[in-house]
């Protein structure tokens, strides 16, 4: 197996938990915390998905999806543009909240699907490339994909908790 291809199965497996921590929950269960400061899966997935279209977008030299199919308009966060969650308070994650999955999975998916694309059009030596000068050792975009494959992954664990922490109350 290439490594690409190894890349685009995590990536598949984000979209795979995405789908089962989300599917069938209502707008209150999708916006419910467990805690005054904990993440609702509303947030944990808008945030996962923001922060793989802003990552790979910016390693692909592309636009990110969020802007390019008008998604920030969709969503109509009380946030500053561009926010993708990373540094967010309590207060700011209480302020991602949305009516439905459908939104969620959509936007989760199209991002999914841009990412696919440039993993699938990559070369082995592709990975090699230096993304990121400002660490030491420089990141390199295979690096910098792992990266956001594991924080994506994390997150939508932690969406299945909170789905399964819920349905047991």
Do not use: C
């Not at 996962?48 to 910016?58: F, K, N, P, S, T």
């Not at 692909?60 to 998604?71: K, Y």
Request: charged fraction near 25%; aromatic fraction near 6%; hydrophobic fraction near 45%.
């Amino acid at each position: 197996m290439k490594a690409t291809e190894l890349l685009a199965d995590g990536f598949g497996r984000i979209g795979e938990v995405v789908h089962d921590a989300v599917e069938g929950l209502s707008a209150e269960e999708l916006n419910a915390r467990i805690d005054a400061k904990a993440n609702s899966i509303a947030w944990l997935v808008w945030h996962l998905a923001r922060i793989q279209d802003a990552q790979v977008a910016e390693v692909a030299e592309l636009e990110q999806v969020w802007d390019a199919q008008g998604w920030e308009a969709r969503f109509d966060l009380p946030l500053p543009a561009g926010s993708t969650g990373y540094g967010h308070t309590a207060r700011q994650v209480g302020a991602v909240q949305v009516d439905s999955g459908g939104l969620l999975l959509e936007y989760s998916d199209a991002v999914l699907e841009q990412t696919m694309t440039f993993v699938r059009g990559l070369a082995a030596a592709d990975l090699d490339r230096v993304v990121d000068e400002g660490w030491d050792p420089p990141v390199t975009l295979g690096v910098r994909l792992v990266s956001v494959l594991s924080d994506d992954l994390q997150h939508a664990g932690q969406a299945a908790f909170v789905r399964g922490v819920l349905q047991r109350r």
